[in-house]
């Protein structure tokens, strides 16, 4: 079940609680909110001798979505799940607009800022905006959730497989089989290396198999060199022909190259494993592979924040993963650099930028507004857009409606860089 942060009066995490006691504490008047996302309370009076369970944190960073856990090791509960998408392709898109803007202001001889000549160079270990936003991303919601519960480790996915129990199978004396954990860590390789495309038809399929490119029947092995990706169809049309035999011989010098180690190693992956390690504490890495074996052997569903709960191998034995409810976290950045918009043609229209903050709003606070006059009466929960003349634009699960005025809005969470959806711990606070 998805728990509920709980902070001592000296804003230090205690163990998470259920939603009901948090219920109970907050009737009580026991405790109070302190963050609605994640929901998070405070307790009024210290607790009287009770021991902090240290918890795991448990990432899968992807490209467009990262999955992160809260896990207890001892009882295999996941205690708090969530589900962040990233920016990486807006921020891209709107540094694309930026240069071409100036570009063709320059082109015009109008007015334009100087190029730069002097900012070319890149410090060590640089990487593109929109994969510097990825990583900070997570590196943010790593030091949040380690304000509000007893993070005492880490684990996360480095690789998508380890070589060397792919390249040595000899050596660690495990046997390629489909269900093992070096069955599992082929498979990811072979994926990767044949671009999930069949070798020999070169189609995308729905159900992959790893063929013996020499068959096992004639004496072929289990190493690396000897196995190619195939679909179904193709592997049974094949049956115990080696790969020449059957018309696609390129295939056996193709199993023979190495997987090139750019597709094996993930920049982002990389940069946030060095960030991780500095914050001093124990990191743990995982592969896909093992990932993948850990949720199948348990059972679970493929979701991001349940390949996040696999990763590693310190993964419990048993996971209960039952009624959490992961919260969905949207990045959303917080300002807009530019400070006038442009037309088709890149020139200046409408008025310059304006404040960011009026009568004590900024773009992306979460308001509850109850309209008792004028023209959108009504409830409102959402994100608002703020206008100069203190009318704003409010958008949530009802829709979007404009022309609410400031006065009308109380705040829920203040922007904090993301949107969320959740049904959860809206319901859980008695005033919402
Ligand atoms: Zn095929």
Redesign the pocket.
Known sequence: MQRVFVLSPQKEPLSPCRPARARWLLTQRKAAVWRRYPFTIILQQPPSGTVVNPLRLKMDPGSKTTGMAVVNDATGDVVWAAELSHRGQQVKEALDSRRATRRSRRHRHTRYRQPRFNNRTRPQGWLPPSLASRVRNVMTWVERLRRYASIGAISFELVRFDLQLIEHPDITGIEYQQGTLAGWEVREYLLLKWNYR??????E?TRWEVDHILPRSRGGTDRIKNLAL??H???QEKGDRTAGEYGHPHVHAEAGKPLKDAAAVNSTRWALYERLRRMGMPVETGTGGRTKWNRTRRELPKAHWIDAACVGASTPASLTTRGVVPLVITARGRHSRQMRKVDTHGFPVGKAKGPSTVLGWHTGDMVRAVVTKGQPVGTYVGRVAIKTDGYFKIAGAFGRVEGVHARYCAPIHRDDGYSYADGKAAALAPHA
């Open positions: 069949c070798a020999y038809c070169h189609q399929a195939s679909c169809a193709c592997n």
